[in-house]
């Protein structure tokens, strides 16, 4: 309900998270419903301050999940505001901010603010271009990984991934030294492989496709993704950028400016690589080659 918000009377300079700038995001994937229904927040006068950068925890979430609308609300100084009841996470739309977690709601756990970006986001369909990249992308980044359920979490960042071959690091090998009998090589070289056996063979069996990280990723999003053989095979190299994330569609040239806050600034487009839209001017691919890496017979796009 968009109700008669007093805060914002007497503003003479539109919002403070930058609505003014040319804002290229798909709101498509929002359901505004259940945006609108959320409690709305406008800094006035006060001292808080809402990020001109939109996006959230959102790495690896779909195309436009919620996580890539969510901005941060700081005080003056850049921190989080000290007030319990102060809002901490909006998602800003045209003239208003919608709070999505209040400062008390950290302490609560982040249960809550999870289970609110599953209940804005109204999914692309599983075919859409957008879900496609995505899917790429998840491959690309979760290459040679696998999801160890039963794995004990016996180093930091290790808990339940398992890399698939397994790295030389995760394997003995056999340190010389002048000093050992050729019984005590021998048997040593022995034990080795016998642990470099059980490792690999361990890690053969739990390296199947539906537990790779890509699927399982795609599967809390999308539940009938079916694993790709070819991408676990060969996920390839970034070469379609990240627009997909926010935008509707790939942007032209012209067009192209990045997500404020992704890691990547805009590109010359004439000499670098685009990490947004993807093109590189040293190898443009061409529709003839984007159809070949998709796998799709060359005429499929050519009605003649
Ligand atoms: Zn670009």
Redesign the pocket.
Known sequence: MRALNTSTLGRTQGPPWGARKRQVMDWSTIDLGVLHSLPTWYPGGGTLRVSEHPGSGCFGDPPGYPSYFVRHVYTANGDTPHRASAPELVIAEGEDAYVLAYVRDYMTGRTALLRRLRRLWAPLPYEHERVQLWIRSVYRHQRNCYRDDAGAVTEPNDGGTLIFPVPYYKLRSFVDDARFSEEWRAAERTAIAAYNDDVRARARAIAIPDNHSAVRQIRAYYPEHMPDLQLISNPGDQLE?D?WQTEAER?T?EA?T?RSGSRFG??D?STQW??????NPGKEMSDDEIDLRDGLPLDVHDPE
């Not at 685009?274 to 093109?279: A, L």
């Open positions: 950028g627009w942007p040239i192209c990045p805009a590109a487009h685009c990490q947004w839209c993807g093109r």
